[in-house]
């Protein structure tokens, strides 16, 4: 067990954080319902910043030595990929609902190995590419057949579409320069956390101010529940899953990485038969399965 943790941390970081945001998931769908996805972006952000510098000036590792390069890569990477790939994404769950929006968020990861393939020159061997296939495609397969959200307006479908592939091209950016700056670095993925998600938020403040939006967008925050809930969301989602998600970045090549991570709806299907009492048809046992093929193949390439 040891010698696989210390043989596998990228992908098992991937892994880890696909199960953070698939919880994390059902619950921004509530919360986006009161607040704009610019706006719950913003406020997230701006918590896991102050528990990120909290934790790292506990670790002395607030002002590390980094290169120019490198910061520049990851502020870049924080403006495209938090700033607005996570921002088109809430509200790619607002327009078209959970479903179908992870299945645009699964372009991500083979537009992130053909990134990291034109820019990095990172080779994956067949079998690798064999991997991202069978996990797209299972994880597509289990997210078609549980689409029953509600028929949506024409307007509103082709604006969640838009914001989708936004969305998927946002993260596939981001994480291909997060790896062009993490990979064979000693940077920590904790500060470079942090350092993206500083990028995110300088990208949101000068939108907001860009719209001119008034304090009243900040409104239904007043209510200690609804802050209680994002402050919990964004600690796990945010704090722990970026991080994570940075770990994943810099032990394993960008396309793997992406992969494993967009794995999350297969852990929401026992979450929603556990919380939700929901059936699980056969059709989206064997979709698990074949994304469970993928990530094999991805962990043996």
Do not use: H
């Not at 949506?152 to 993260?171: F, K, S």
């Not at 981001?174 to 700056?181: E, F, L, N, Q, Y």
């Not at 529940?225 to 998600?245: D, E, H, K, P």
């Amino acid at each position: 067990m040891i010698n696989f943790l210390r043989d596998y941390p990228g992908e098992l970081a991937a892994l880890s954080a696909a199960l953070i945001w698939a919880v994390a998931s059902v619950i921004y769908t509530g919360v986006g319902r009161q607040l704009s996805p610019l706006v719950l972006n913003l406020v997230k952000g701006l918590i896991a910043i102050v528990l990120l510098i909290a934790t790292l000036l506990l670790t002395g590792n607030l002002f590390p030595t980094v290169d120019s390069r490198s910061l520049a890569l990851l502020l870049l990477s924080g403006a495209v990929g938090i700033g607005f790939g996570d921002t088109a994404y809430f509200g790619a769950l607002n327009c078209i609902g959970p479903r179908r929006t992870l299945v645009l968020e699964s372009l991500a990861p083979p537009l992130a190995a053909v990134l990291a393939l034109i820019f990095l020159q990172e080779q994956l061997p067949s079998t690798g590419w064999v991997g991202i296939v069978l996990t797209v495609f299972g994880v597509t397969w289990v997210v078609l057949e549980r689409s029953r959200e509600a028929s949506t307006p024409a307007v509103l479908t082709l604006r969640g579409i838009v914001l989708g592939l936004l969305a998927a091209g946002g993260q596939a950016g981001g994480a291909v320069m997060s790896r062009a700056a993490l990979a064979g670095t000693d940077i920590n993925p904790l500060w470079s956390t942090f350092i993206r998600l500083v990028g995110g938020i300088v990208i949101l403040v000068i939108w907001l101010g860009v719209q001119r939006q008034s304090m009243r967008v900040l409104k239904p925050l007043r209510s200690r529940r609804l802050l209680m809930v994002v402050a919990g969301t964004a600690f796990f989602s945010t704090y722990l899953g970026i991080w994570l998600q940075q770990l994943s970045l810099k032990y394993a090549p960008a396309g793997v990485a992406q992969s494993l991570s967009a794995t999350s709806p297969l852990f929401v299907i026992p979450i929603a038969v556990i919380f939700a009492g929901d059936k699980v048809s056969v059709r989206a046992v064997l979709g698990v399965l074949v994304a469970i093929a993928g990530v094999w193949l991805l962990f043996n390439r």
